[in-house]
């Protein structure tokens, strides 16, 4: 049974579809073009220019800035790297930890526990003082 509403994905995919082939014909129509072609390769050379001029400031005010810039902290991470494999080669393979006895000797403050003798009972109920209560009457 088909549904009464149209499918909003079908629609969107049909949308889609139709753009990319006209910008398609589009583009290829216009690449034929001397003029466009001409204007293209301006504006990429005029955009690399930009990019480097501002790679040049920011790498400036890093600079005077004492900070570091990105190609900096790429080669301190290349020799520290390079750091790590030169150690990694000087150390020997790591084995497994050697089992390490078991421990029979008990420590001081036990073994005089043990040796100590044992307190003495606790007096009956009624020989023992009584507590005060820390609890506030009518509160």
């Not at 005029?46 to 040049?56: A, C, P, W, Y």
């Amino acid at each position: 049974m088909a549904s009464p509403f149209p499918d909003p994905l079908q629609m969107w995919r049909e949308a889609v579809t139709k753009l990319e082939s006209e910008v398609n014909s589009l583009a290829t129509g216009s690449t034929k073009s001397q003029d466009v072609v001409r204007a293209l390769h301006q504006f990429s050379n005029v955009s690399l220019g930009i990019e480097q001029v501002f790679e040049k400031v920011i790498g400036e005010y890093l600079r005077r800035a004492n900070l570091p810039s990105r190609k900096d902290v790429m080669e301190l991470a290349a020799s520290l790297r390079r750091i790590e494999d030169k150690v990694d080669r000087l150390l020997p393979v790591e084995s497994a930890p050697a089992p390490r006895p078991p421990r029979t000797r008990r420590p001081a403050s036990a073994a005089s526990a043990v040796v100590a003798e044992p307190p003495a009972a606790e007096p009956p109920a009624a020989d023992r003082p009584k507590r005060r209560s820390t609890r506030r009457k009518g509160g």
